[in-house]
């Protein structure tokens, strides 16, 4: 059997035809759900990058009105008492700190003691005056850098 080529053209047009209508309608719908899959995406995304961009712009803010919180988390300073004098001897002072732990910190001749920005001497810090240490060590290894009296 011989087909001719005006039947072989109307079959292919014919099954091109529902062919493409086919691929057509599924390559939309692949495409609307790429799209909203995506759109929701970058909704959730935006919606966490905002909060995240906030809380790191609140915590800047905070550091530029306390400068404490910002030295504190500085790797020269890696360990900084903040908390009231409770004893303080001639190589030692003992800090109560806000959470109510008592740290005893042991202090050197470089070790220096400022209060509104003058150098005072370790004896001149009175009990439960407010007090900033910063160390150069965390446990019993600490020596005082600096403390600041308030």
């Not at 062919?19 to 909203?36: C, P, Q, S, T, Y």
């Not at 966490?48 to 910002?70: C, F, H, M, R």
């Not at 020596?143 to 308030?150: M, N």
Request: glycine share 10%.
């Amino acid at each position: 059997m011989q087909v001719s080529s005006k039947d072989s053209e109307t079959s292919t047009a014919k099954l091109m035809g529902s062919f493409d209508k086919k691929n057509l309608i599924i390559i939309l719908l692949l495409f609307v759900l790429v799209g909203a899959s995506g759109g929701v995406g970058y909704y959730f995304g935006h919606k966490v990058g905002k909060q995240e961009g906030s809380s790191e712009l609140v915590q800047n803010v905070t550091d530029l009105l306390n400068p404490i919180n910002a030295i504190s988390k500085n790797s020269s300073f890696p360990f900084t008492l903040i908390g009231s004098a409770e004893n303080v001897s001639d190589n030692s002072i003992t800090v109560k700190k806000t959470d109510g732990e008592s740290v005893k910190i042991q202090t050197n001749d470089q070790t220096a003691v400022t209060r509104n920005s003058k150098v005072i001497s370790l004896s001149e810090v009175q009990e439960n005056e407010g007090v900033t240490v910063f160390t150069n060590g965390k446990g019993g290894d600490q020596v005082a850098t600096r403390i600041i009296v308030k």
